[in-house]
């Protein structure tokens, strides 16, 4: 799958669960088309809820192969309206920066963006993301079912759910969970770096232990 296939789905994945219901024509199709196979369609119709099996194919269309994105398409016969959105922005969004582009707009010196964030940071941001936090965790890699525990185990706290599918993403990527990995994610989800730029312009600890006052960080409108 191109590039910009899977930066438009990955862009579109919560409204495309909310819209779609896969089991009754996409599934059965991509499954006819050879792209989804038996198990992967197994594993789709284990899950719980029409939008966490929307989710789980959106995870899996990606690594289907060139044709996934095309066959995707043709899928949504029934939901023309889906297809016709997903094309006209194909058409009409002008190429964009690549995910290096949020450090374009973010000048932070690069022993920073390669900083691991700590518990306090990854709360601040948790506490700023608002609706964005499930399209941000989608981008670090979440998949649908660690979403959904997040969601359960924090109902009615959208704070506690963001920071709990946080720190599950610093825990298994260890030192590749950086803050530069934070801001690619931010800017996959259209939220805009200076949600960034509050969580992480606070006092910060410095390797020897003491405390150092960040320097505030100038953003370009």
Same mark, same amino acid.
């Given at each position: 799958?191109?590039?910009? #296939?899977?930066?438009?789905?990955? =862009? #579109?994945?919560?409204?495309? !669960?909310? +819209?779609?219901?896969?089991?009754?024509?996409?599934?059965?199709?991509?499954?006819?088309?050879?792209? /989804?196979?038996?198990?992967?369609?197994?594993?789709?119709?284990?899950? !719980?809820?029409?939008?966490?099996?929307?989710?789980?194919?959106?995870?899996?269309?990606?690594?289907?192969?060139?044709? *996934?994105?095309?066959?995707? /398409? =043709?899928? /949504?016969?029934?939901? !023309?309206?889906?297809?016709?959105?997903?094309?006209? +922005?194909?058409?009409?969004?002008?190429?964009?920066?690549?995910?290096?582009?949020?450090?374009?707009? /973010?000048?932070?010196?690069?022993?920073?963006?390669?900083? &691991?964030?700590?518990?306090? +940071? %990854? !709360?601040?941001?948790?506490?700023?993301?608002? *609706?964005?936090?499930?399209?941000? %965790?989608?981008?670090?890699?979440?998949? $649908?079912? $660690?979403?959904?525990?997040?969601?359960?185990? #924090? $109902?009615?706290?959208? #704070?506690? *759910? @963001?920071? @709990?599918?946080?720190?599950?993403?610093? =825990?298994?990527?260890?030192?590749?969970?950086? &803050?530069?990995?934070?801001?690619?994610?931010?800017? @996959?989800?259209? &939220?805009?770096?200076?949600?960034?730029?509050?969580?992480?312009?606070?006092?910060?600890?410095?390797?020897?232990?003491?405390?150092? $006052? +960040?320097?505030?960080?100038?953003?370009?409108?």
């Amino acid at each position: 799958m191109l590039p910009e #296939h899977r930066a438009l789905l990955r =862009r #579109h994945r919560l409204d495309l !669960s909310a +819209e779609l219901l896969v089991s009754d024509s996409i599934v059965p199709f991509l499954y006819q088309e050879e792209i /989804l196979t038996g198990s992967e369609v197994e594993n789709i119709e284990s899950q !719980s809820n029409n939008r966490l099996k929307t989710l789980r194919l959106l995870e899996l269309l990606p690594s289907r192969g060139p044709r *996934a994105f095309d066959c995707f /398409l =043709r899928a /949504l016969d029934d939901f !023309s309206w889906v297809r016709d959105k997903l094309l006209l +922005e194909l058409q009409t969004k002008p190429a964009g920066p690549s995910r290096s582009g949020p450090t374009d707009v /973010l000048p932070l010196p690069d022993s920073f963006l390669q900083k &691991v964030p700590s518990d306090r +940071e %990854l !709360s601040r941001l948790a506490a700023r993301l608002g *609706a964005a936090w499930e399209l941000v %965790l989608m981008d670090l890699g979440l998949t $649908a079912e $660690a979403l959904f525990r997040c969601r359960s185990d #924090h $109902a009615h706290n959208a #704070h506690g *759910a @963001a920071l @709990a599918g946080l720190v599950q993403w610093r =825990r298994r990527e260890g030192k590749e969970a950086t &803050v530069k990995r934070l801001l690619d994610s931010l800017h @996959a989800a259209d &939220v805009h770096p200076s949600v960034l730029q509050d969580a992480l312009t606070s006092i910060q600890q410095d390797t020897t232990g003491r405390t150092v $006052a +960040e320097d505030q960080v100038s953003y370009r409108t």
